[in-house]
């Protein structure tokens, strides 16, 4: 697994491969599998992706009563056609908040990068499909690109809420998410990396702070917020701007923020949200065995 | 890491270490015991225990026990599935120790044999878990690899023992860790290995002198 997006970037400048090629590539001959296998797993991924959008229950709460049905009334409201935002970012909310609360209801759902921010990655990647008429091979290969860049993220920092708080899992997966979209859209090597580092900077310093521990609140909305964040960056990728802190740097700095981070904020469910009167009220009622 | 654990694994939420990870703890139980459990005493420690309600981390134990993987929509149902195989469950709290990881649970298991197992194990991260003892014992296993275990007396040739056996039954040793009480005191070496260990080679390192306990953990079945 590379621990550089640099890396990447010069090994498909250098070779002529793709960005997610360079990525398969890497990984095949690391875990001793060939291409057409590797491909036939991150398919199944896709797919589970697709059945975690299409599954959403909308009569569902979670086991703590915080979370369920708001995906339904964003649905609703979008189909009135009162929505500020646009059509394609309208469905990428919509679809956000559906995978996340059913993640929050116990559904089945892909982890990526982690369950709390299962959300982000099939929301936009979905959308884009539909509104583009791109073939699951085409969505396929951005999800090597996503995982390419969440592994430097796992080399580099972390992408766990314990360690380097939202940042990592939300902020991680926005990242992801905006790479893959750039792939989609036609970018270079280098306009991924730059989509990656800009998502990733807007959400950098993001706490973990859930309520009463669960992954519910915020959890559940901060996927709209990391999903649109993802698409916004993307745009900004590729009209040619870049991140003027190059995307490796930019990663160490979410590391060293979330090692300056409280542990209150780094998912022990007791400081920010959590300790609001609110959260600790819900944490009291929620949380009996 | 590979490409897999960035992008998935495909899981019943809500939580990866809470719900998957716990699952995945009761499924490498369930082959440690090597037959039908019967009994369990689930005993949480740690974050385990603060939120392990909210996120189904009973319920996901208990599935991981009666062998469902962590992506299987039964898992929010397994009470009525443990009801219906006869497996009998009680929830607790334990106190493991500051030093113990903040999502570790502690169980004590009866198989339909009579056959007892008390296992401590911890879920690391990302679904992620570790074996950390058995039967009192250090472990500290990942549940992804075959696993040789030995506990024996800390004196000369016991590693040369086990690893030159590996080597004539052509098993590659993926990673090897040893500890020891004290010197010339109780031993332990864990041995994650890329391929099966043969069940005559595990029987024939129990015989040896030396050998107090072997333990061996087959991804098989």
Redesign the interface.
């Known amino acids: ?1 590379y621990d550089s997006l640099a890396a990447v970037v010069k090994e498909s400048k250098k070779s002529g491969a793709k960005f997610w090629q360079v ?2 590539e890497d ?1 095949c001959r ?2 001793a599998i060939d291409r057409q296998k ?1 491909f036939g ?2 398919r ?2 896709y797919e ?1 992706m697709r059945d975690s959008v299409n599954n959403y229950d909308p009569t569902l709460h ?3 009563g915080l979370v369920g049905t708001d995906a339904a009334k964003l649905e609703k409201y979008y189909n009135e056609g009162k929505m500020m935002a646009d059509d394609f970012v309208g469905r990428v909310m919509i679809r956000a908040l559906r995978v996340a609360e ?15 921010s ?1 959300g982000v ?1 099939p929301s936009v990647l979905i959308t884009m499909q539909e509104e583009r008429k791109l073939s699951d091979e085409q969505m396929i290969e951005a ?2 690109v ?3 860049i ?2 430097v993220i ?2 580099r920092a972390s ?2 809420g ?2 380097g708080g939202c940042q990592a899992e939300i902020g991680s997966a926005s990242a ?1 998410a905006a790479g893959a979209l750039v792939s989609l859209m036609g970018g270079s090597a280098e306009q991924i990396a730059n989509a990656a580092a800009i998502a990733l900077k807007s959400l950098l310093g993001l706490a973990c702070d859930p309520v ?5 609140v915020p959890c559940v909305k901060r996927n709209v917020i990391g999903s649109v964040n993802a698409v916004t960056a993307a745009d900004m990728a590729m009209a040619g701007i870049k991140s003027r802190i190059p995307p490796d740097e930019v990663i160490d700095a979410m590391r060293s923020i979330g090692h300056g981070m409280s542990t209150s904020i780094r998912e ?2 007791t400081g920010g949200l959590a300790a609001t009167p609110t959260g600790v009220k819900i944490r009291e009622k ?4 | ?4 654990e ?11 270490s809470h ?2 990870g716990a699952c995945r703890i009761g499924q490498v139980c369930r082959k440690l015991m090597s037959e039908r459990v019967v009994d369990a005493k689930i005993l949480f420690y740690g ?1 385990f225990l ?7 981390t009973d ?1 996901a134990i208990i599935a991981g026990l009666m062998g469902l993987a962590v ?1 299987d ?1 039964r ?2 149902s397994s009470f009525d599935l443990a009801r219906e195989e006869g497996l009998q469950y009680e ?1 607790g709290s334990v106190d493991l120790g500051e030093n113990a990881h903040p999502n570790s649970v502690k169980l004590i298991l009866t198989g339909e044999s009579g056959r007892k197992l008390e296992i401590v194990a911890a879920s690391i ?3 992620q878990i570790r074996i950390c003892e058995i039967d009192g014992l250090t472990a500290n296993f990942s549940g992804d690899y075959p696993t040789l275990i030995v506990h024996n007396l800390d004196q000369p040739g016991h590693v040369a023992e086990v690893t030159s056996m590996l080597q004539h039954k052509a098993v590659n040793i993926a990673s090897m860790q040893l500890y020891r009480s004290s010197r010339g005191g109780s031993a332990v070496m864990v041995l994650e290995c890329d391929q099966e260990v043969p069940e005559e080679s595990v029987d024939w390192l129990r015989h040896l002198e030396g050998v107090e306990k072997v333990t061996y953990y087959s991804l098989k079945g």
């Open positions: 697994m990525i398969q990984d690391e875990e590797s797993r991150m199944a991924m589970a979670s086991a703590s059913s993640n929050a209801c116990m559904k089945r759902i892909v982890a990526a990068p982690t369950a709390g299962c990655l999800l090597y996503a995982a390419g969440g592994g796992s080399k992408l766990s314990a360690e992801m009463a521990g669960l992954v519910e022990t469910g929620v949380t009996k065995w | 890491m590979n490409v897999f960035i992008v998935g694994p495909v899981m019943v939420g809500p939580s990866s719900t998957a974050s603060a939120t392990g309600k909210g996120h189904g319920r992506d929509q898992i929010p929830f991260g990302g679904g």
